[in-house]
T-cell receptor, first 116, second 117 residues
Framework: AQKVTQAQTEISVVEKEDVTLDCVYE???????LFWYKQPPSGELVFLIR??????QNEISGRYSWNFQKSTSSFNFTITASQVVDSAVYFCALSDQIQGAQKLVFGQGTRLTINP | GAVVSQHPSRVICKSGTSVKIECRSLDFQATTMFWYRQFPKQSLMLMAT?????????EQGVEKDKFLINHASLTLSTLTVTSAHPEDSSFYIC?????????????FGPGTRLLVL
């Protein structure tokens, strides 16, 4: 069975600090997708990134970066120079199909609070 | 990205009534949509997979007669909570995505907060 673990339930840092959110996954599939979503207080899930299992290159988008390591089944997310607007719950997710509709298995989420 | 809408955003109803929630994909067609439920401070739990033109597929433990799903068109899926009770109070979120559209990435609606009194 597929499983996603986000061991950090809550993280609180001061603005401008860097912060890394951990994500570890389990799957027997050889092909799969990994995702990160942001859920601000409004509740809507905002798509951040999709990474397929064949692409282990790290990705950077502005202050966001992702480190995918297949050897350790991890897909960690780093926010550099954090801002108050980054405060939200962040979910890591794993798809169980790479063809067709992708049913997602979510981690428990990490509540990130950026203090001014 | 893509836009998925949900209506209503918030609903309060009396115990025993039925509530219908709509999920629409606005800029792409979705043969499959997913319905999730999220309790406060918890993760999203998949309830069912909505399939256009056929019956929905429910996850284990989800009552199909309680949560009726209809996917009548390629842009609309509805979730009806029948005879709602206070324990059905939750945040319901739908998602949609297609393989040919952004690699199948699931885009989520804004969610519907249901409060059953």
């Amino acid at each position: 069975a597929q499983k996603v673990t986000q061991a950090q339930t809550e993280i609180s840092v001061v603005e401008k600090e860097d912060v890394t959110l951990d994500c570890v996954y389990e799957t027997r599939d050889t092909t799969y997708y990994l995702f990160w979503y942001k859920q601000p207080p409004s509740g809507e899930l905002v798509f951040l990134i999709r990474r397929n299992s064949f692409d282990e290159q790290n990705e950077i988008s502005g202050r966001y970066s992702w480190n995918f390591q297949k050897s350790t089944s991890s897909f960690n997310f780093t926010i550099t120079a954090s801002q108050v607007v980054d405060s939200a719950v962040y979910f890591c997710a794993l798809s169980d199909q790479i063809q067709g509709a992708q049913k997602l298995v979510f981690g428990q989420g990490t509540r990130l609070t950026i203090n001014p | 990205g893509a836009v998925v809408s949900q209506h209503p955003s918030r609903v309060i109803c009396k115990s025993g009534t039925s509530v219908k929630i709509e999920c629409r994909s606005l800029d792409f067609q979705a043969t499959t949509m997913f319905w999730y439920r999220q309790f406060p401070k918890q993760s999203l739990m998949l309830m069912a997979t909505s399939n256009e033109g056929s019956k929905a597929t429910y996850e284990q433990g989800v009552e199909k007669d309680k949560f009726l799903i209809n996917h009548a068109s390629l842009t609309l899926s509805t979730l009806t909570v029948t005879s709602a009770h206070p324990e059905d109070s939750s945040f319901y979120i739908c998602s949609a995505g297609e393989p040919h559209f952004h690699g199948g990435t699931q885009y989520f609606g804004p969610g519907t907060r249901l409060l059953v009194l």
